[in-house]
């Protein structure tokens, strides 16, 4: 497994990891209204998508020559999004990222790694030390939604 920074040509890659992480890992956890509302599968310019992961100095995990997973942190320490592939999941790219996540946010002079955690990657977060500090309710595309601001001193 590699990480690399994200470059333009993973853009289709990361948004369909994003849509089939929510639409097929995530499922358990939401409704197929929320689901739907978070997803929005069919619903996404693949321009404004590759954007926004460059503004947010995504990095990219990759199996061969397969994008296996991605994420970003800034400098503050938020980390935006955190997906993994469903077919990698279970094999260390979530870890990987986090590792890498924690050395950037480190050299950046971050006080802690924070998160706004999904109902399935809760316990992820609490595995690498990452604790809950707030149960939150977002609503999305008119869709009230749970989650957890999670936060990790470093």
């Known amino acids: 497994m590699e990480i690399r920074p994200y470059t333009e040509t993973d853009a289709l890659a990361t948004l369909e990891i994003f849509v089939t992480a929510i639409t097929d890992t995530a499922s ?21 998508w590759n954007a926004a992961r460059e ?9 061969g020559a397969e994008v296996a997973g991605f994420s970003d ?5 938020y980390i935006d999004m955190m997906f993994v592939a469903p077919k990698f999941g279970r094999r260390g790219v979530a870890g990987a990222l986090l590792a ?11 006080p802690e790694l924070y998160t706004d955690a999904s109902i399935t990657a809760r316990p992820f977060f609490e595995k690498h030390g990452f604790t809950v500090v707030a149960e939150q309710h977002p609503v999305t595309r008119g869709v009230k939604m749970t989650n957890y601001k999670m936060s990790l001193p470093l």
């Open 55 to 63: 503004s947010l100095n995504t990095v990219v995990a990759t199996i």
């Open 28 to 48: 358990k956890d939401y409704s197929a209204e929320q689901i739907a509302a978070w997803a929005r599968p069919g619903d996404h310019d693949l321009a404004r």
């Open 73 to 77: 942190v800034g400098d503050d320490g």
């Open 100 to 110: 890498h996540l924690y050395d950037v946010a480190l050299a950046a002079g971050s």
